[in-house]
């Protein structure tokens, strides 16, 4: 599947391209429009497509959960993919979006919100993708993780406190 989106929207190394994949009802829909393939598993990792008569091998090779990294051999080409989600994106139109510099400072709030629920305390360590707090906003609980390792020297917010959008809540 991967291989044919790739090949049908030009990817290459030196032209990554992003889009959009949902699916609705066992349809792979790309960019809003029906993206027609048969996918079936062959055993854990390795997956059978054909995609306009045409047969591809998938292996599943990696797969990092916390960042959303997956690497996928398809038809013996490796492809490096990121997922995001609907947070992520939002994350990212804001100006929040991860950084390649994981030295940890401040954690601010990504948006106004209610804090529900504090995870660590003074001196807790915490490693990349430790949960740090849980932020109500829009009706949604976000759990806000950290993004790199450090120690917490001091929580600027309490449970139940109301903040605004790029308050300092934890300081590291």
Do not use: C
């Not at 992003?18 to 062959?42: A, C, P, Q, T, W």
């Amino acid at each position: 599947m991967l291989k044919a989106i790739v090949q049908k929207i030009g990817i290459t190394p030196s032209n990554p391209k992003s889009f959009e994949i949902n699916s609705n009802d066992g349809k792979v829909i790309l960019d809003d429009k029906d993206f027609d393939l048969d996918l079936r598993k062959i055993k854990t990792n390795y997956y059978h497509i054909i995609k306009d008569g045409k047969s591809y091998s998938a292996e599943l090779l990696s797969q990092d959960s916390n960042s959303k990294e997956y690497r996928i051999k398809i038809n013996g080409q490796i492809y490096q993919v990121r997922l995001k989600d609907r947070l992520d994106l939002l994350l990212e139109k804001w100006g929040m979006s991860d950084t390649q510099d994981t030295t940890l400072q401040i954690l601010k709030a990504p948006m106004p919100g209610l804090v529900i629920d504090i995870q660590v305390k003074n001196g807790t360590e915490v490693k990349k993708g430790d949960p740090l707090l849980v932020l109500e906003a829009m009706k949604m609980e976000n759990v806000l993780k950290s993004a790199g390792d450090g120690v917490v020297k001091n929580l600027m917010v309490s449970p139940g406190q109301s903040v605004e959008k790029n308050q300092v809540l934890i300081e590291f």
